[in-house]
């Protein structure tokens, strides 16, 4: 029985939906790379002064959150499978490289 | 000969007069050299004349209508019609041109020529592609209407990160000069502050060609 319970829960507990902080400052994301799987939540926080942004032309994923000012916090659900990039749309320089895998 | 000798003289007279207002009216913030390093320099950040994206007609009209005409945000660089006659804001902006920035025709064209080259489709869907692109992107500093009226630049106040975006809608800088300042970025072309990054991390040749044209097409107001 013990070992029934066991095995169900580290069943459910990969199925579990994980977030992932990615956090922006000094102008840039950190982490600037992420592997995740669909279900799965990318939440942004904002440290600098300044405001930011952050979105996805993906097809699937696309998301955009406006601008974020500082203290902020923002929240995206990863929807369909694939790499691609998130970006903010005010700071040319700063990128995310996703991976995003099937549960 | 004679004539040749009046017309050398009369030249060195108009240099030489573009000089002495130079020195008068400009070196407290551009310094001597131009290149803004003196001690204003930290305070009121003027362009370094020696990098300066500006023909020399449109430095004759920065100088006589100041900056804040042409979009900037501050007068900063205020207006010098009151003080000099058409013909001195020449003689100093022809000495400023031939001194510190005599190859910016020869830079704009070398830059151009080395930029990716629009195919006939391209130019075709320019107008689109500007617009989508200037919308998702320039927008948020510059506004919608590219009037510098944006929620970043009212929250810049809020954070006292004060971003002052140019006002698009009076830039004196003609397509090309868009295209070029919105690739290679404002440091890259005298500017002191980061503010206006380069764009050619995030988007080739093509979309900011087009974004360019967008602004020359929709955003201007004035020609």
């Keep these: 029985m013990k070992k029934i319970v066991l095995a169900a ?3 459910s507990s990969s199925l579990i939906a994980k977030e992932y902080i990615v956090d922006q400052k000094n ?19 904002n440290s600098d002064p300044l405001s930011h942004n952050a979105y996805t032309d993906d097809v699937g994923n696309e998301f955009d959150i406006g601008m974020q000012k500082k203290g902020v916090r923002k929240s995206v659900k990863i929807k369909k499978a694939g790499k691609f990039e998130i970006r903010c749309a005010i700071h040319p320089h700063m990128l995310i490289k996703v991976t995003a895998t099937d549960k | 000969m004679q004539l040749f000798l009046l ?29 803004s390093s003196n001690n204003l320099a930290f305070l ?12 020399n007609q449109q430095s004759f009209a920065i100088t006589k209508e100041g900056a804040h005409f042409w979009g900037a945000h501050s007068d900063i660089m205020p207006s010098f019609k009151y ?4 013909k001195q804001i020449h003689s100093v902006t022809d000495y400023i041109s031939k001194t510190f920035n005599p190859n910016i025709e020869k830079k704009i ?18 107008l689109q592609l500007g617009e989508k692109i200037f919308k998702k992107t320039c927008a948020l500093c510059h506004g919608i209407k590219g009037d510098a009226k944006s929620e970043y630049v009212s929250a ?56 360019a044209y967008y602004i020359q097409q929709k955003i201007k107001k004035l020609d």
């Design chain 2, 7 to 35: 017309l050398f003289f009369t030249l060195s007279l108009y240099a030489s007069e573009g000089e002495e207002i130079y020195k008068n009216a400009c070196v407290s913030c551009h310094a001597i050299d131009g290149k």
């Design chain 2, 83 to 86: 003080l000099l006659t058409d």
């Design chain 1, 9 to 11: 829960l580290l069943i």
């Design chain 2, 109 to 126: 064209a070398k830059l151009m020529q080395s930029s990716q080259q629009l195919t006939l489709l391209q130019r075709e869907n320019r």
């Design chain 2, 44 to 55: 009121v950040k003027p362009r370094k004349l020696s990098l300066t994206i500006l023909r």
């Design chain 1, 27 to 45: 102008k840039t994301f950190i982490p600037g790379v992420l592997n995740v799987k669909v279900g799965d939540t990318i939440t942004f926080t």
């Design chain 2, 156 to 211: 810049s106040k809020e954070n006292k990160t004060f971003i002052y975006p140019y006002n698009l809608t009076r830039t004196l800088l003609d397509e090309e000069q868009i295209f070029l300042y919105a690739k290679y970025g404002g440091l890259y072309w005298g500017t002191q502050k980061d503010n206006m990054q380069s764009w050619s991390s995030r988007y080739n040749d093509v979309a900011l060609k087009s974004v």
